[in-house]
């Protein structure tokens, strides 16, 4: 079964302070990772395509890599407008295309 | 450029009634998806429209369905609401299959 997971949940940070998150899946045809900013009572905001392992891209304080298994997202030096859930999907080819969520991680950047 | 729409953005519905909600994707956007979001469930794929043709469905009931004209605006129905109806809807568009999908602000749906 197609499976995307996420972690942590949640992470807090202080601002400034770098991390990372991470996103592994198990899926069958696959054709694309994204990852997507939600903010509380939006739709998600997408941030970035990856294609293929070794693939990296970069907007302002976040850089996506994607290995064959799984892909991380680096949030280097947070501010609190970073405050958001970070959403990981795949995308698959069975016939038509679909995304497949993870649950997302909370993340919190505390001034 | 404008982005995807959706109407109407809050509504309340009674056990047992019907609800209909309308997304307009981006401007040459073909492809329309649709998904539930819920706290206990995440993100789920409901189905995919393009051209007018349902492509892709996810697991969940009939009473979910779907269509998309020609204009490439989209509506997805549910029939005999439950409360466990009660969700964010989600509509995205893409330009074509194999590419990324923007989302609109959502419809939340409040079943009581």
């Known amino acids: 079964e197609d499976q995307v997971t996420q972690s942590p949940e949640a992470l807090r940070l202080q601002e400034g302070e770098s991390s990372s998150l991470n996103c592994s899946y198990t899926?069958?045809?696959?054709?694309?990772l994204f990852w997507y900013r939600q903010d509380p009572g939006k739709g998600p905001e997408f941030l970035f395509t990856?294609?293929?392992a070794g693939e990296e891209k970069e907007k302002e304080r976040l850089k996506a890599t994607l290995t064959k298994k799984e892909s991380f997202l680096h949030i280097t030096a947070p501010k609190p407008e970073d405050s958001a859930t970070y959403l990981c999907?795949?995308?698959?080819?069975?016939?038509?295309?679909?995304?497949?969520f993870g649950q997302g991680t909370r993340l919190t950047i505390n001034p | 450029k404008a982005g995807v729409t959706q109407t109407p953005r809050y509504l309340i519905k009674t056990r047992g009634q019907q609800v209909t909600l309308s997304c307009s994707p981006i401007?040459?956007?073909?492809?329309v998806s649709w998904y539930q979001q819920t706290p206990g469930q995440g993100l789920q794929f409901l189905f995919e429209?393009?051209?007018?043709?349902?492509?892709n469905k996810g697991n969940f009931p009939g009473r979910f369905s779907g269509r998309q004209f020609s204009n490439s605006r989209s509506e997805m129905n549910v029939s005999t609401l439950e409360l466990g109806d009660s969700a964010l809807y989600l509509c995205?568009?893409?330009?074509?299959?194999?590419?990324?999908?923007?989302f609109g602000p959502g419809t939340r749906l409040t079943v009581t």
């Open positions: 995205a568009s893409s330009l074509v299959a194999d590419y990324e999908q923007y």
């Open positions: 899926v069958s045809g696959l054709r694309g």
């Open positions: 990856l294609y293929s």
């Open positions: 999907a795949v995308l698959i080819i069975q016939g038509a295309q679909k995304l497949v």
């Open positions: 401007s040459g956007h073909r492809s």
């Open positions: 429209y393009f051209s007018e043709t349902q492509r």
